[in-house]
């Protein structure tokens, strides 16, 4: 499956199962939150969810389990909070993310980062693995009227890098995020989230790797 990054003008990385793994971390926080709200979701409850705004993960739960939540925002600032304190006690960068950034940073190529995280949490991402200095543009779908699968956070973030979005290569790890990039008409690496369940309909992307650094072995050699 070999790739031809030279067809492409900047390459838009998602954030979490991407650069960090933080899935097992999301879990973790809303698995605590929600108990303390009374409410009894376990973490493979929350794969249901996976790719969607914090907001909207709430909004969710709030209706399927008949929570009563009035004020989603601090619901969310306790779940954001907790990832704060996860992630900066133990970032984790997957398996060939820096020497994916270094390889691309040595292009001439634009990078950017389009999460459905919050800005807040982007940041101590940014900070616990050291990598800002790679990206030319980030973005959270925090600032967009829709998050993921919607194509705004995609949208935004190609128009910031100055690049026509079919000349934008997109690297997500959820069904959601799958979605997003290709309705935003970018082309679409995934590389699925080890905890997530199988998920068939991923192979909807225009590629598929096990993890970044075996990506960067199938770029087509010259670039």
């Not at 809303?30 to 979701?41: A, I, N, P, R, Y």
């Not at 919607?150 to 128009?159: E, F, G, I, M, S």
């Not at 290709?182 to 679409?188: E, G, L, T």
Request: aromatic share 8%; with cysteine.
């Amino acid at each position: 499956m070999e790739l031809k990054l030279s067809e492409f003008e900047a390459v838009i990385f998602d954030m979490d199962g991407i650069l960090i793994d933080s899935e097992p971390m999301w879990k973790i926080a809303m698995e605590t939150v929600f108990s303390e709200l009374g409410c009894k979701l376990a973490k493979s409850d929350f794969q249901k969810t996976v790719g969607l705004r914090i907001d909207e993960v709430i909004s969710h739960w709030n209706q399927d389990q008949n929570l009563g939540i009035e004020d989603i925002k601090l619901v969310e600032n306790d779940i954001i909070n907790r990832m704060i304190e996860l992630v900066s006690n133990d970032p984790n960068p997957l398996k060939g993310v820096y020497a994916m950034l270094t390889f691309l940073k040595s292009k001439p190529m634009k990078i950017g980062l389009a999460t459905s995280s919050p800005n807040r949490l982007l940041e101590a991402v940014l900070n616990g693995l050291k990598i800002s200095q790679y990206f030319d543009v980030v973005h959270s779908a925090e600032f967009e009227t829709y998050g993921k699968p919607h194509p705004a956070v995609y949208l935004k973030t190609a128009k910031q890098l100055s690049v026509h979005p079919n000349k934008c290569l997109v690297i997500e790890d959820s069904l959601n995020g799958v979605i997003s990039g290709m309705a935003a008409k970018m082309k679409v690496v995934c590389i699925p989230e080890k905890t997530h369940l199988k998920e068939p309909r991923l192979s909807v992307a225009d590629y598929m790797f096990e993890d970044m650094a075996l990506m960067l072995q199938f770029i087509q050699p010259g670039y």
